[in-house]
């Protein structure tokens, strides 16, 4: 009972601390993922001298930095092509669309019109492309959240600190955190993980298989379909495909602003929604299931679960580590499992 109200003490506390702790749960987790690849650059020889940890731990951490860098520019030209064409396009979109509808919907006797004016109002009230209007926009939410924004950009540079140090120690840290094992219970924990290990791995190659793939294939398919921005709306598309929900759907909603802005008519719209939607099918009953969902083996309901739970206990974070942490969990319930029907208490009649 003492160590149940110890791990329930612990749990409501990340709870709480879940916002302080999201640069060292971000950091952990880039560790675990890039820990290997130091210790192979590591092991490289040039005669005889080797790459000392520091170096291969700063090299591995500018690299994911430049990569980070290249999406944020990649989104840069969409958002500005896009966003100041937006406030003209649109407003033509809801006539054509209000050409079509409204005959339709006079026969059944519903007269409704849509006002494109006033959406063009609207639009040039809420979506200003003057640098005025953005700084002071930007002066606003400095005054209003500035807190906010500075623990922001200090959670954000904190994580590469944190990468650096824990790159560096990752070995020594799972050996100190080995010792408080206590000894009778070594060889199981070992056992479970080893199993963690080899599903989140299995979970991490399924994954970048799932986004290489899907990159390829809107890529591709958005360039068939005359696209201006393909290359770029499809690599967002499928390398943000790890966010689950939300990368499909920042994907979808780029796509169809640029089908609005490019294509007269609706056949944009039409080629958006095809593309994306044997992607998605393509995606959720053969990608998924066979190159990630086999290999942690989550049920869906489990995985809508853990997405809202853990959203709810560690915001955008915990939309990330949701599916990986859940397969974790799905390991300790199962040991769990084991020893509960090999227990007297199950047995017992």
């Not at 937006?86 to 919907?105: A, G, T």
Request: aromatic fraction near 10%; glycine fraction near 8%; hydrophobic fraction near 55%.
């Amino acid at each position: 009972m003492l160590w149940l109200a110890v791990a329930f003490a612990l749990l409501l506390l990340l709870g709480l601390l879940g916002p302080v702790l999201m640069p060292f749960i971000v950091a952990s987790i880039l560790s675990y993922v890039l820990t290997p690849w130091v210790d192979k650059l590591c092991a490289l020889r040039i005669r005889r001298f080797g790459l000392p940890r520091s170096v291969a731990a700063t090299l591995v951490i500018v690299i994911l930095i430049a990569a980070v860098l290249a999406m944020i520019l990649i989104m840069i030209p969409i958002l500005q092509k896009e966003l100041p064409q937006l406030q003209d396009q649109i407003p033509r979109f809801f006539d054509k669309l209000d050409e079509m509808l409204s005959p339709l919907l006079n026969e059944f006797g519903i007269k409704v019109r849509l006002d494109s004016n006033g959406i063009k109002s609207l639009l040039t009230e809420q979506i200003s492309t003057s640098g005025e209007a953005i700084g002071k926009a930007v002066l606003n939410s400095v005054r209003v959240g500035g807190t906010a924004v500075m623990g922001m950009i200090a959670n954000l540079l904190l994580i590469p600190i944190v990468l650096f140090y824990l790159l560096m120690d990752w070995h020594s840290l799972i050996r100190r955190l080995s010792n408080f094992i206590p000894r009778r219970f070594v060889k199981v924990t070992a056992s479970a993980v080893e199993e963690v290990d080899d599903i989140l791995a299995q979970y991490l190659r399924g994954q970048i298989l799932v986004m290489i793939v899907l990159a390829v294939y809107y890529s591709v398919a958005l360039s068939i379909a005359r696209f201006d921005l393909a290359l770029p709306v499809g690599i967002i598309t499928g390398f943000l495909v790890f966010i689950p929900y939300l990368g499909y759907g920042l994907g979808l909603v780029l796509a169809v602003i640029g089908a609005i802005l490019q294509f007269d008519g609706f056949s944009g719209l039409m080629s958006v929604a095809i593309i994306y939607g044997i992607g998605q099918v393509v995606e959720s009953f053969y990608l998924t299931p066979r190159l990630v969902g086999e290999r942690i083996g989550l049920h869906p309901l489990t995985v809508i679960f853990a997405l809202m739970a853990f959203g709810q206990l560690f915001g955008f974070i915990g939309i990330l580590i949701a599916l990986p942490a859940s397969a974790v969990i799905s390991v300790a319930v199962k040991h769990l499992r084991v020893s509960y029907l090999n227990s007297p208490f199950y047995s017992q009649t």
